[in-house]
């Protein structure tokens, strides 16, 4: 099972809105509703921002938001701030023998 | 407060064995499906193992499947995760990681992380 691919860089500046697609199959990102989103800083374990596409967990700002639209899921960030420079991590439910798989991440830049 | 940490990192020869442990605190950690995730040196996340809140059911990456098997001890709260046959490529930090729903969820939404612990395999 092929990891999920995201874009390996994006920037924005302070203010602005970004979003980071993760594209999958059928077999993942397309066939279920469990994609998830993690930020990632230096040094730092991953931390959930996104679960079930769309849902926050209870203390992640809402300028956090995910989608999905066929085999591409996409998180945006709203407002950006320079804390929220770091990597992002989507993964998904995949029906393979390997049940979850991961996207190869995306660091994100605020200018 | 809600705590995972991990141990049993270390240098080991490539073909020999490793035990890492991972001790819960702070939830009801015998309601949790629990999950190894491992990230090399400057690379991204890879999921490697899973097993369900009871130690019933278990599943594993195909990279590891064969060489890895994964355990928990509720009395203890405690997570273990053994890798044998260690390769070149499965140097990383390894991770445990709770699922963010009760019982057997697989859907990959982890919401509580250890400081993850380092495996290096030297040949």
């Known amino acids: 099972q092929s990891a999920l691919t995201q874009p390996a860089s994006v920037a924005g500046s302070p203010g602005q809105s970004i979003t980071i697609s993760c594209t999958g199959t059928?077999?993942?990102?397309?066939?279920?509703?469990?994609v998830s989103w993690y930020q990632q800083h230096p040094g730092k374990a991953p931390k959930l921002m996104i679960y079930?596409?769309?849902n926050r967990p209870s203390g992640v700002s809402d300028r956090f938001s995910g989608s999905k639209s066929g085999n591409t899921a996409s998180l945006t960030i709203s407002g950006l701030q320079a804390e929220d420079e770091a990597d992002y991590y989507c993964?998904?439910?995949?029906?393979?023998?390997?049940?979850?798989?991961f996207g190869g991440g995306t660091k994100l830049t605020v200018l | 407060q809600v705590q995972l940490v991990e141990s049993g990192g270390g240098v080991v020869q490539s073909g020999r064995s490793l035990r890492l442990s991972c001790a819960a605190s702070?939830?009801?950690?015998?309601?949790?499906?629990m999950n190894w995730v491992r990230q090399a040196p400057g690379k991204g996340l890879e999921w490697v193992a899973v097993?369900?809140?009871?130690?019933?059911?278990?599943n594993f990456a195909d990279s590891v499947k064969g060489r890895v098997s994964i355990s928990r001890d509720n009395s203890n709260n405690t997570l273990s995760l053994q890798m044998n046959s260690l390769r070149a490529d499965d140097t990383a930090i390894y991770y445990c990681?709770?699922?963010?729903?009760?019982?057997?969820?697989?859907?990959?939404?982890?919401?509580?992380w250890g400081q993850g612990t380092m495996v290096t395999v030297s040949s």
């Open positions: 079930d596409v769309s």
């Open positions: 990681a709770k699922d963010f729903r009760r019982g057997y969820t697989v859907r990959g939404s982890f919401d509580v």
């Open positions: 097993i369900s809140h009871d130690g019933i059911y278990t």
């Open positions: 702070g939830f009801t950690f015998s309601s949790y499906g």
């Open positions: 059928r077999s993942d990102v397309g066939g279920y509703n469990y």
């Open positions: 993964s998904s439910y995949a029906s393979s023998s390997s049940l979850v798989i």
